[in-house]
């Protein structure tokens, strides 16, 4: 008697779930307040509720039970306030919308990954995962949209700002942009940025891409396009390596980040849903099919649907540019790009060309004391390095006295005696060199003595000529 008991008990616990499962995965009905989430796992459809799970595949489906989740986390762990992020190996990261825990699930139970709180920063945000790593974009916290990158280690089980490049363009704050992970970078575009709670979030118009590896944003263009409809508040389906279908509330847009352009189209014309029959949080690609939840009458018991993801996608015929640079089948505006930096290079060369031919004619004609020596036209001549100090200090006076040349630094070794005697013969000897780069013209440099008109026993001593300071050809091409 007890053993048939046993049998009766076990056929009511089963009950519920034997009644739903047979081949067909979308002959599946549930009330969707005990709906935790819909994913893919291993080879089946996992149906997660709040205290079992049902994997379906086409062979049939299997009920299972799950762990009790202690605490707060028994009725907030779910859809509602959770994401699914899924790895390279295609594990399931449950990780909190607007930030914070992070879960994952094994053996039929939910383990807690992080050492975090909840701390809704990141309402609108969205998720990636690679290299070992969840990245979360953007997003915003109760006042503010942010351009944050944020890093959740698996080993350190903390979040993290990610610190861009210093070549990094500073992509502006949104929240719910597109986005597609392509190789090693994430391309994302459009979304709203909110500054403040008493205003309305403006839409975006640019689309960047950012390299995963060198950590640098780089805007890619301009949209052709205004206030398309938020993404990330819905559900987003990968198809292939450059397509996307991104999910929200009413409306599906496909997306190819290859051939840059987009088509949307409403729930009602594709699944002939009204917003308020279907959730957009739970869509799924599962092998052939985009799997959704039909609540028709309205009651809260939905049925499980599908559509072939190629009849899905037969129905976008009607792309449009995504770039407003690519409405121009000319290319006109990259071609007058080149054109522009061709411009420019061609001028600055002919600049070039032009400063050095006119270096000859500026050496010719003018005497030019570069470094440690004297030049005019072809004579070159040395100076000491006494010698150049002092004709440093007479181009720079127009006219001197001798006991200020004594006080340069260049004889502050030296006695003041030996000073009376070396000083004046560098004086004779300059002028020496002076008479040899004149040759024909006597007049173009010279050193002239003459005795201060008020007290006749202090010298003074006047350059006689212009010399230029001359610093190079570099310098002079960008001197006026």
């Known amino acids: 008697m007890r053993k048939k008991l046993s049998y009766f008990f076990l056929i009511l616990f089963v009950l519920p779930s034997s009644f739903y499962a047979n081949s067909n995965l979308t002959d599946f009905q549930f009330h969707i307040d005990s709906l935790r989430f819909i994913t893919s796992y291993k080879n089946n459809l996992a149906v997660i509720f709040d205290s079992s799970v049902t994997f379906l595949n086409q062979k049939g489906s299997r009920v299972e039970k799950i762990e009790k989740i202690e605490g707060e986390f028994d009725k907030s762990l779910s859809f509602k306030n959770f994401v699914i992020v899924k790895n390279s190996s295609g594990e399931n990261f449950y990780v909190r919308k607007d930030l914070g825990e992070v879960f994952n699930f094994k053996n039929n139970s939910f383990h807690r990954l992080d050492n975090s709180s909840h701390i809704k920063i990141a309402k609108g945000s969205f998720k990636i995962f690679h290299n070992g790593h969840l990245l979360n974009f953007f997003g915003r916290d109760q006042y503010h949209s942010s351009n944050f990158i944020l890093d959740f280690n698996l080993n350190t089980r903390e979040w993290n700002k990610i610190i861009p490049s210093d070549n990094s363009e500073i992509p502006p704050a949104r929240e719910n942009a597109f986005y597609k992970k392509i190789g090693d ?72 980040f290859k051939n840059l352009n987009f088509e949307i189209k409403s729930l009602n014309s594709i699944l002939g849903l009204s917003p308020s029959e279907t959730h957009s949080s739970n869509f799924l690609k599962f092998e052939n099919k985009v799997y959704y939840l039909n609540n028709k009458n309205l009651t809260g018991v939905v049925n499980l649907e599908s559509i072939e993801t190629s009849n899905l996608i037969d129905q976008f015929q009607s792309p449009r540019p995504l770039i407003s640079d690519k409405e121009i089948g000319s290319g006109f505006y990259s071609k007058l790009k080149y054109f522009l930096v061709s411009l420019i290079a061609a001028i600055i060369v002919f600049f070039f060309c032009f400063r050095l031919f006119k270096l000859n004619g500026y050496k010719k004609k003018n005497v030019l004391k570069q470094s440690n020596y004297l030049t005019y036209d072809n004579v070159i001549l040395p100076l000491s390095f006494e010698e150049s100090c002092i004709m440093d ?3 720079a006076s127009l006219k001197v006295k001798l006991s200020d040349i004594f006080e340069l630094d260049c004889f502050a070794e030296y006695s003041y005696t030996y000073r009376k005697i070396y000083i004046p013969k560098l004086l004779n000897d300059l002028d020496d060199k002076f008479k040899l780069l004149r040759k024909n013209d006597n007049n173009l440099l010279s050193l002239v003595k003459t005795k201060n008109k008020f007290d006749k026993r202090i010298l003074e001593l006047q350059l006689k000529g212009e010399v230029l300071q001359y610093k190079g050809w570099f310098f002079y091409i960008f001197s006026f």
């Open 185 to 256: 970078t994430v391309h994302y575009f459009g979304g709203t940025i909110t500054q403040n709670t008493n205003k309305i979030p403006q839409h975006l118009n640019d689309y960047y891409i950012y390299s995963l590896t060198d950590k640098k944003h780089v805007k890619f263009g301009e949209l052709s396009f205004e206030n398309i409809r938020n993404s990330t508040n819905g559900k987003v389906i990968e198809l292939d390596y450059y397509r996307s279908l991104f999910i929200n509330q009413s409306h599906m847009i496909l997306v190819n």
């Open 393 to 395: 200090f007479l181009i």
